[in-house]
C-alpha cells in the first residue's frame, strides 16, 4: 500500500482523494507511478479558476463561452501532443508496441469499478485520465474508422477468443461482464472459433476503445446529468424558501463543477470522433450471427444508447450531421423478436418479446 506524504493536519486534506492510501496495482497506482499515467492524467483543473464559485453565477454567457473555448483549445492541443508521443511509441518497434497496449489493457483491468454509480477513488483512476485514455484510443482508431475498406480487418472473435479479449471482458469473477445473451448449453470450449485476425493492431486498439468508453465517457456522462439533477433540485429548495442563489455558496459551487466537467466532456471533436465509432460498433455488432451477436458485451449496445441520448439531451447541437445510420439498424435488430425481449413501461402484453437475448432496456414509449 502506498501513502501519499500528508502536509499539515488539514482535515479535508486528509479527506481528498488525492491523499488516500491506495495500492501498487489500482487505479491511482496507474496513474501516478506510470508515464503515461502521469500524462493522461492531466486535465481541466477541479477547482477551476475560470469558474470560481465566488462569481460563476455572476459571469455573462459571453465570458464562460470563451472561457470554455479557451480551455478546449489547450486541452485539445494538449491531447495532440500526447497522440503524437504515443505514436512515436507505437512506430519504435514491436517492443515498444507492445508495452504501450499493455498499458492500455492494464488500464481497463484495474479500473473495472469506474463504471459504477460511485467510483471508489483509491481503487480506480481520476476522471480526467479515463477520458484522455478514450480520447487516445479513439483518435488510433480513426485511420481505420474513417476507411469503410479496413472494416472488415475488425475480428470479432477477439473477445471470445484472444487472450487480451478475455482479460478485459471476462465472463467469471468479480469483474464478469455480461453479455447480450446467454450461450446454448451445449457450447463449450472446443466451439469457441479460433483468433486469427489478419491485422492484430485493428481488433485490439477497437475493443479496447469500447471498453474505454463504458469506463470514461459512458459514466461522466451520467455524472454529469446528475449533477444538473442535484443543481435543479438545490435551485427549486432556494426558490421555495425564498433564499437568494447567488449567495447560496453551496449552489454555486455546484454551478462551477458543472461548468469546469463540461470543458472536457463535450469537446465537439471527441464527442465527433466517439459517435462515429460507436456507429461503427453498431454496423460490426449488425453484421454478425446471432451465435457470435451472443458473445459480445452487453455494455457495447449500452454505451451506444447512453452517449446518443447524453449528447442529444444536452448539446444536440454536436449531433448536427452525424451519420448514425448503423445504431438504427442495430436497434431495429435487437428491438425486434427475433432478437431480445423488451420491457415497457406499462407494457402492452402485444410488445413483450421474451427471447433468449437478456438487453433489458427500458424504452418511454
Given at each position: 500500500?502506498?501513502?501519499?506524504?500528508?502536509?499539515?493536519?488539514?482535515?479535508?486534506?486528509?479527506?481528498?482523494?488525492?491523499?488516500?492510501?491506495?495500492?501498487?496495482?489500482?487505479?491511482?497506482?496507474?496513474?501516478?507511478?506510470?508515464?503515461?499515467?502521469?500524462?493522461y492524467?492531466?486535465?481541466?483543473?477541479?477547482?477551476?479558476?475560470?469558474?470560481?464559485?465566488?462569481?460563476?453565477?455572476?459571469?455573462?454567457?459571453?465570458?464562460?463561452?470563451r472561457?470554455?473555448?479557451?480551455?478546449?483549445?489547450?486541452?485539445?492541443?494538449?491531447?495532440?501532443?500526447?497522440?503524437?508521443?504515443?505514436?512515436?511509441?507505437?512506430?519504435?518497434g514491436?517492443?515498444?508496441?507492445?508495452?504501450?497496449?499493455?498499458?492500455?489493457?492494464?488500464?481497463m483491468?484495474?479500473?473495472?469499478?469506474?463504471?459504477?454509480?460511485?467510483?471508489?477513488?483509491?481503487?480506480?483512476?481520476?476522471?480526467?485520465?479515463?477520458?484522455?485514455?478514450?480520447?487516445?484510443?479513439?483518435?488510433?482508431?480513426?485511420p481505420f474508422?474513417?476507411?469503410?475498406?479496413?472494416?472488415?480487418?475488425?475480428?470479432?472473435?477477439?473477445?471470445p477468443?484472444?487472450?487480451t479479449?478475455?482479460?478485459?471482458?471476462?465472463?467469471?469473477?468479480?469483474?464478469?461482464?455480461?453479455?447480450?445473451?446467454?450461450?446454448?448449453?451445449?457450447?463449450?470450449?472446443?466451439?469457441?472459433?479460433?483468433y486469427?485476425?489478419?491485422?492484430?493492431?485493428?481488433?485490439?486498439?477497437?475493443?479496447?476503445?469500447?471498453?474505454?468508453?463504458?469506463?470514461?465517457?459512458?459514466?461522466?456522462?451520467?455524472?454529469?446529468?446528475?449533477?444538473?439533477?442535484?443543481i435543479?433540485?438545490?435551485?427549486?429548495?432556494?426558490?421555495?424558501?425564498?433564499?437568494?442563489?447567488?449567495?447560496?455558496?453551496?449552489?454555486?459551487?455546484?454551478v462551477?463543477?458543472?461548468?469546469?466537467?463540461?470543458?472536457?466532456?463535450?469537446q465537439?471533436?471527441?464527442?465527433?470522433?466517439?459517435?462515429?465509432?460507436?456507429?461503427?460498433?453498431?454496423?460490426?455488432?449488425?453484421?454478425?450471427?446471432?451465435?457470435?451477436?451472443?458473445?459480445?458485451?452487453?455494455?457495447?449496445?449500452?454505451?451506444?444508447?447512453?452517449?446518443?441520448?447524453?449528447?442529444?439531451?444536452?448539446?444536440?447541437?454536436?449531433?448536427?450531421?452525424?451519420?448514425?445510420?448503423?445504431?438504427?439498424?442495430?436497434?431495429?435488430?435487437?428491438?425486434?423478436?427475433?432478437?431480445?425481449?423488451?420491457?415497457?413501461?406499462?407494457?402492452?402484453?402485444?410488445?413483450?418479446?421474451?427471447?433468449?437475448?437478456?438487453?433489458?432496456?427500458?424504452?418511454?414509449?
Amino acid at each position: 500500500i502506498i501513502r501519499p506524504t500528508m502536509v499539515g493536519t488539514d482535515l479535508l486534506r486528509l479527506l481528498a482523494a488525492e491523499s488516500r492510501p491506495y495500492q501498487r496495482r489500482s487505479g491511482p497506482g496507474l496513474e501516478k507511478e506510470t508515464l503515461l499515467g502521469l500524462i493522461y492524467r492531466i486535465s481541466t483543473p477541479k477547482s477551476n479558476p475560470a469558474f470560481a464559485p465566488t462569481n460563476i453565477l455572476r459571469q455573462s454567457l459571453d465570458s464562460v463561452e470563451r472561457a470554455t473555448n479557451q480551455q478546449r483549445q489547450q486541452l485539445r492541443i494538449y491531447q495532440e501532443a500526447s497522440h503524437q508521443l504515443v505514436m512515436n511509441l507505437i512506430k519504435a518497434g514491436p517492443d515498444a508496441r507492445n508495452k504501450v497496449m499493455e498499458w492500455f489493457v492494464d488500464c481497463m483491468l484495474v479500473n473495472p469499478g469506474a463504471a459504477g454509480m460511485r467510483p471508489d477513488p483509491s481503487k480506480v483512476s481520476s476522471q480526467a485520465l479515463l477520458l484522455n485514455v478514450s480520447v487516445a484510443l479513439l483518435k488510433l482508431c480513426d485511420p481505420f474508422v474513417a476507411d469503410d475498406k479496413k472494416h472488415h480487418l475488425i475480428d470479432t472473435n477477439f473477445v471470445p477468443s484472444s487472450d487480451t479479449g478475455k482479460r478485459i471482458y471476462p465472463v467469471s469473477g468479480d469483474h464478469s461482464i455480461s453479455r447480450l445473451g446467454e450461450l446454448p448449453s451445449t457450447t463449450n470450449q472446443t466451439t469457441t472459433p479460433a483468433y486469427a485476425p489478419k491485422n492484430a493492431f485493428i481488433p485490439q486498439v477497437f475493443f479496447l476503445t469500447a471498453r474505454s468508453l463504458a469506463l470514461g465517457i459512458v459514466p461522466m456522462l451520467a455524472s454529469h446529468e446528475n449533477l444538473l439533477r442535484h443543481i435543479s433540485h438545490q435551485h427549486w429548495e432556494l426558490n421555495s424558501q425564498n433564499r437568494d442563489v447567488y449567495s447560496d455558496p453551496h449552489f454555486c459551487l455546484l454551478v462551477s463543477r458543472q461548468r469546469s466537467m463540461e470543458v472536457a466532456l463535450f469537446q465537439e471533436e471527441m464527442i465527433t470522433d466517439t459517435i462515429r465509432f460507436l456507429n461503427l460498433l453498431s454496423k460490426v455488432l449488425v453484421s454478425l450471427s446471432d451465435e457470435s451477436l451472443l458473445q459480445m458485451p452487453e455494455h457495447f449496445v449500452d454505451s451506444v444508447c447512453d452517449v446518443l441520448m447524453g449528447v442529444a439531451k444536452l448539446k444536440s447541437r454536436l449531433l448536427r450531421g452525424m451519420d448514425v445510420r448503423h445504431v438504427f439498424q442495430l436497434m431495429v435488430k435487437l428491438l425486434s423478436p427475433n432478437y431480445t425481449s423488451v420491457s415497457f413501461s406499462s407494457p402492452p402484453p402485444s410488445l413483450h418479446y421474451p427471447n433468449r437475448f437478456t438487453t433489458t432496456k427500458t424504452l418511454q414509449l
